[in-house]
C-alpha cells in the first residue's frame, strides 16, 4: 500500500523515490517539504555547484564586500533528515518515461517522482570576448573570484543596472573602489521597482559618487594588457581594470530538451506548478513559467525572486504529492536590497497600467530617497503592489495589506497533455 496516494494521481510510498534537481533555494525548500509532509521514500538533490544549498543572495551583497564568509551563507539541512544531497553532479538528459535522468558521471538515475528546480545559468552578451579581469556573478564561485580580483583594481565597470549590478557597484564603493555603471534605461532598476522610485534611486547612487552611464549599450568589449576597453554606443570609451558583466541569464533547461516539455522560456507548467507534458514531474524557482493567479494575467510567466523560490518549492512539493487533486499556486512576489543606505522593499505586481501613487515621508528633504518614500501601486482602486525605501513600517503595513487579499478567480490557460508513449522516441544517450 502507498504511503501517499491521490486517486489519479501519482503514488509515493517508502520504496519510491524522488530526485530533485538543483540544490538552491527552490530544491532545498522542496527537499524539505517532502520531507515535513510525510515522504518516506528515498530523496536524492542534485546540484551543478560542488557546495551544499546556500543563500545564493549573499554573492552580491555579503560575500562581496567582506562582511560574510561563505560559511555564515549555508542553508539549515535541519529539516531536510535522510536527503542524498548529490553536489557537484549535473544531470545531461532525461528520459520521461522510463524515468530515468543521465548524469555527467555516466550513470543513470531513475525517479518516480521529479522537482526541477535547475535555476538559471548567467550568460555573457552575444559577441563579447571573454579574458581576465572579466566576470559575472552568479554563484559562489563567481563572488570568490570577484572578491578576489576586487583586492588589485581600482577602477570597475558594471554592465547591467538591475538588480545584481546596483548590488555590486554599491559594494565597489563601498570598497573605496572607482565604478562606473553602463545601463541601458535611463533609470536603474526598470524592472525590479518601476519607474518613480528607479529614478529616485539613480539620483541617490549617482550622489554616492556611483559614475552612471544611462541609456547607454556596450558596442563593443576589448581586453586590453592593463584592463578592458568598452566601447558605448554614445561614442564614448570607458576603460576599467575590471568588467562584471550583470545583464543576462538563462533557464537551465538543457537537459529537458529532449522531452515533450516546453522549454522555451523556463519550464512551462499549470496553474499548480506541474510541468505540462510530463507525468510526476513539477518545477520552481526561476525555471518555472506557469499563470499565477495574483498576477491577474492568463500568460505563464517567471519569477526569480529568493523568496518566491523557496515558496515555490514548498508548493511544488505539496503539489507532487497531491497528485491530480492539488489546487492552484497562489504567491506574492517580494523581495528587499540594501543599497548605500538605502533600505529598499519591493511586494506585489508592479504594472505599467497601475495607478502609481507616492508618497514622500518627509517631503522637505532633497533626499528623498533617503528620507522615505513609499509608491502605491492600485489597480481597479485595489492595491497591487508597493515600493518603499528606507520606510520599513510602511511597507509592513501595505505587505500585509496585499497578504490579505483574497485572490483573484483562477486564470484559464490551455496547458498540453503529456504526450502518449507511442509519440515518445526514447533518447538515445539513456540506456
Known amino acids: 500500500m502507498s504511503f501517499l496516494r491521490s486517486?489519479?494521481?501519482?503514488?509515493?510510498?517508502?520504496?519510491?523515490?524522488i530526485v530533485v534537481v538543483g540544490t538552491g533555494a527552490a530544491g532545498w525548500s522542496a527537499a524539505g517539504e517532502l520531507r515535513r509532509l510525510g515522504f518516506a521514500g528515498e530523496l536524492v538533490a542534485i546540484g551543478a555547484e560542488p557546495t551544499r544549498p546556500y543563500d545564493r543572495t549573499a554573492c552580491s551583497k555579503g560575500l562581496l564586500n567582506g562582511h560574510q564568509k561563505p560559511k555564515d551563507t549555508v542553508l539549515d539541512l535541519r529539516g531536510h533528515p535522510q536527503v542524498s544531497w548529490r553536489t557537484g553532479t549535473r544531470v545531461l538528459?532525461?528520459?520521461?518515461?522510463?524515468?530515468?535522468?543521465?548524469?555527467?558521471?555516466?550513470?543513470?538515475?531513475?525517479?518516480?517522482?521529479?522537482?526541477?528546480?535547475?535555476?538559471?545559468?548567467a550568460t555573457l552578451p552575444r559577441g563579447w570576448p571573454t579574458g581576465p579581469g572579466l566576470h559575472m556573478l552568479h554563484d559562489l564561485a563567481d563572488a570568490r573570484s570577484l572578491r578576489s580580483a576586487l583586492s588589485g583594481a581600482g577602477r570597475v565597470a558594471i554592465v547591467g543596472g538591475g538588480l545584481t549590478g546596483c548590488e555590486?557597484?554599491?559594494?565597489?564603493?563601498?570598497?573605496?573602489?572607482?565604478?562606473?555603471?553602463?545601463?541601458?534605461?535611463?533609470?536603474?532598476?526598470?524592472?525590479?521597482v518601476g519607474e518613480p522610485i528607479g529614478a529616485l534611486i539613480t539620483a541617490a547612487h549617482l550622489a554616492s559618487g556611483i559614475d552612471l552611464r544611462l541609456g547607454r549599450k556596450v558596442a563593443d568589449a576589448e581586453p586590453r594588457r592593463t584592463g578592458w576597453r568598452l566601447l558605448l554606443d554614445s561614442g564614448e570609451t570607458v576603460s576599467a581594470d575590471l568588467v562584471v558583466v550583470t545583464a543576462g541569464e538563462k533557464p537551465d533547461v538543457d537537459w529537458l530538451a529532449n522531452t515533450p516539455a516546453d522549454t522555451s522560456d523556463g519550464v512551462l507548467c499549470d496553474a499548480s506548478l506541474r510541468v505540462a507534458g510530463l507525468d510526476g514531474v513539477v518545477a520552481a524557482g526561476s525555471v518555472a513559467r506557469w499563470p499565477d493567479r495574483r498576477h491577474g494575467t492568463d500568460a505563464p510567466r517567471r519569477v526569480g525572486q529568493w523568496i518566491m523560490a523557496v515558496e515555490q518549492g514548498r508548493a511544488a512539493a505539496r503539489t507532487l504529492l497531491a497528485g491530480d487533486y492539488a489546487p492552484p499556486v497562489s504567491l506574492l512576489p517580494r523581495f528587499w536590497s540594501d543599497q548605500n543606505g538605502l533600505r529598499i522593499e519591493v511586494c506585489g505586481r508592479l504594472s505599467d497600467q497601475a495607478d502609481v501613487h507616492v508618497?514622500?515621508?518627509?517631503p522637505r528633504r532633497r533626499d528623498t530617497?533617503?528620507?522615505?518614500?513609499?509608491?502605491?501601486?492600485?489597480?481597479?482602486?485595489?492595491?497591487?503592489?508597493?515600493?518603499?525605501?528606507?520606510?520599513p513600517?510602511?511597507?509592513?503595513?501595505?505587505?500585509?495589506?496585499?497578504?490579505?487579499?483574497?485572490?483573484?478567480?483562477?486564470?484559464?490557460?490551455?496547458?498540453?497533455?503529456?504526450?502518449?508513449?507511442?509519440?515518445?522516441?526514447?533518447?538515445?544517450?539513456?540506456?
Open 7 to 17: 486517486v489519479g494521481g501519482p503514488a509515493f510510498g517508502p520504496r519510491d523515490r
Open 93 to 121: 538528459d532525461t528520459d520521461p518515461y522510463g524515468r530515468r535522468l543521465l548524469l555527467d558521471t555516466g550513470e543513470t538515475l531513475a525517479y518516480d517522482g521529479l522537482v526541477v528546480a535547475s535555476g538559471t545559468r
Open 168 to 192: 555590486v557597484a554599491c559594494a565597489v564603493t563601498g570598497m573605496a573602489r572607482s565604478a562606473v555603471l553602463v545601463n541601458s534605461q535611463r533609470f536603474l532598476m526598470p524592472r525590479s
Open 359 to 362: 508618497t514622500e515621508l518627509r
Open 369 to 391: 530617497a533617503r528620507a522615505g518614500v513609499v509608491a502605491d501601486y492600485v489597480e481597479d482602486g485595489r492595491l497591487a503592489g508597493v515600493v518603499a525605501v528606507n520606510a
Open 393 to 431: 513600517r510602511a511597507f509592513t503595513v501595505a505587505c500585509r495589506t496585499l497578504l490579505n487579499e483574497p485572490v483573484p478567480a483562477p486564470v484559464r490557460v490551455t496547458i498540453p497533455e503529456p504526450a502518449r508513449f507511442e509519440e515518445y522516441q526514447p533518447l538515445r544517450l539513456v540506456r
